[in-house]
């Protein structure tokens, strides 16, 4: 069974522009949820889809954003990018969400110049 | 607010050297705490999850318990390959923050041959 992928694994970019990251679920899973991870901060969640819908939010701002496809599949867009927005971003997917164990994709290094 | 701290921060071991890794945490309700490893340069992979306190769960050299406060992670008889970051989650059960997960910070393991 595939594992949960993401795309690109590597992206520069430079401070003010946006970027789309890409994530593709482990094959029947419906939610997928994506975090941000920094030496300083560690792991903090971003949000979570399920159903194509938005079902919960982490305390980003509005320029963190993202979407899900009728196939599961889930982008993320970060806009008008700072420095402070270079980290490891990381997708992971659960069968429902909720209580059920999320697996997590290798992750896009977004660096930011 | 919903916390989890890890300790200790670091840990180097011995091959063969046998110890526990710390989560304290603090939920309104607790949904289910989480154990994951973490590779240099990878995303999360999924060891355990644990529901309510008394549990316990085991995979080779691991073995994870849980309480009302914390959660230990045992590692008997380590391996150099055991050497990686271990992160603990905490799924609280009410409020805005359901089905996400908190991390800790992570507690990296050295095993040394």
């Known amino acids: 069974k595939a594992g949960v992928t993401q795309t690109p694994r590597y992206l520069i970019k430079t401070r003010g522009q946006q970027v789309t990251l890409s994530c593709s679920p482990i094959s029947g899973h419906r939610s997928v949820s994506w975090y941000q991870q920094t030496p300083g901060q560690g792991l903090q969640f971003l949000f979570e889809y399920f159903s194509e819908t938005q079902r919960n939010k982490g305390n980003f701002p509005g320029r963190f954003s993202g979407r899900q496809f009728s196939n599961s599949r889930s982008e993320m867009n970060v806009s008008t990018l700072e420095l402070g927005d270079s980290a490891l971003y990381l997708c992971?997917?659960?069968?429902?969400?909720?209580?059920?164990?999320?697996?997590f994709g290798p992750g896009t290094r977004l660096t930011v110049t | 607010e919903d916390q989890v701290t890890q300790s200790p921060e670091a840990l180097r071991l011995q091959e063969g050297e046998s110890s526990s890794l710390n989560c304290s945490y603090t939920?309104?309700?607790?949904?289910?705490l989480f154990w994951y490893r973490q590779d240099p340069g990878k995303g999360p992979e999924f060891l355990f999850t644990?529901?309510?306190a008394g549990e316990e769960k085991e995979k080779e050299r691991l073995k994870a318990t849980l309480t009302k406060k914390e959660s230990f992670l045992h590692i008997t008889a380590p391996k150099p390959e055991d050497s990686a970051t271990y992160l603990c989650a905490v799924q609280d059960n009410y409020g805005g923050s359901q089905g996400n997960l908190i991390f800790g910070k992570g507690t990296k393991l050295s095993v040394k041959p």
């Open positions: 644990l529901y309510s």
């Open positions: 939920v309104s309700g607790l949904r289910g």
């Open positions: 992971a997917s659960s069968l429902k969400g909720g209580k059920y164990e999320q697996y």
